[in-house]
């Protein structure tokens, strides 16, 4: 027996701008939902800090809205196909998925989802622009995938629900229906009928800068998750440091009265690339970003002196990559 959650609409409109869902839990998804924070206001210190740049640019003061920054000019250039796809039929096990939408969901509540010969690829920034998610899925990820060129746009929390049903070994069949313009998703005999978003109406995708990274350094998300919760006890910020001489990766972060200190020599790391650069970040976002990283991967991570910080690494057993970046915050005396 099916059970088939349809929408009234065949075209769901979204609200226009995103959605700040951070802060708020939504249920389902095998307790793979993240609930996300917003940054609180600092406490003074003695130092004045400014708040996160929008990748480089500086953002506006606190609860403005600064969603306009992203221009057309900015945005990311469409596929030569602007509709959704005239075929879509992929079958892709239910811990991938749940691991992709997981990701994306600590940051946003929609995407728009890329599809063609080759894979799927989605881009998101959060409301504020202080993070942003690129990532791809190769067709080789899917236990089967045949797909041509078009755009889906999706409700990432209502999508989440419903690969929660699955367990990690199960799999999950994807198609797109033209008539309904829905997206059917099965799992085992359960079948859904989920209304898609128009994408236009999902804020634009910005192009990832080029910026000129002096330090790169590969460490184990277990490594990094250590120094994000030790920072956690202390700090709403976090610093990363590296020292040309000696080769060392430092966490670091300063409380009004304590203070902690994660210090990485280049004996416990790989692929260093060193440099005198540090950068302080939010913790409110890091943590739901590394908290989305799955255990023991390896993360490469690029950063300089108040530049955005990088972290890239592999999914799906390497048939996916993602690029998570986030601005840091400028000091300044």
Known sequence: ????????????????????????????????????????????????????????IESKEAGQDVA????????????????????FQAA????????????????????????????????????????MDDLDLNAAAFESYDATPGIVGVDLGRFADVVGMANKDDLVQLSFDQQTRKLVIHVDDVEFTMACLNPKTIRAEPEI???DHPAEVTI???????????????????RFTMDDVPELFSIEAEGDTDDVSLEIDSEDLEDVTAADAEGLFSLDY??????????????????????????????ADGDGQVNRMLAPRIRTD
Not at 16 to 23: C, E, K, L, W, Y
Not at 25 to 54: C, H, K, L
Not at 92 to 107: D, P, S
Request: overall charge negative.
């Open 1 to 56: 027996m099916s059970t088939n959650a349809n929408s009234d609409n065949v075209e769901t409109e979204s609200t226009g701008a995103d959605t700040d869902a951070r802060g708020e839990q939504e249920p389902g998804v095998d307790q793979d939902g993240v609930d996300i924070a917003t940054e609180g206001e600092q406490e003074e210190s003695a130092v004045t800090e400014s708040p996160e740049t929008e990748f480089g």
């Open 68 to 87: 306009g920054t992203v221009d057309d000019a900015n945005a990311k250039e469409e596929s030569t196909v602007e509709g959704p796809p005239a075929k």
């Open 92 to 131: 892709i096990q239910g811990g991938k998925l749940k691991t992709v939408l997981k990701t994306l969901r600590a940051i946003v509540d929609e995407a728009r989802i890329h599809i063609d010969k080759n894979g799927i690829s989605m881009r998101a920034v959060d409301p504020a622009n202080v993070a």
């Open 209 to 211: 800068p080029d910026l």
């Open 220 to 238: 184990s998300r277990d490594a990094l998750d250590r120094g994000v919760k030790a920072a956690d006890m202390v700090s709403d910020h976090i």
């Open 286 to 315: 890091l943590k739901d970003i590394v908290r989305t990283i799955p255990k023991g991967t390896a993360v490469r991570m690029t950063f300089g002196t108040d530049l955005p910080v990088i972290m890239a690494y592999e999914l």
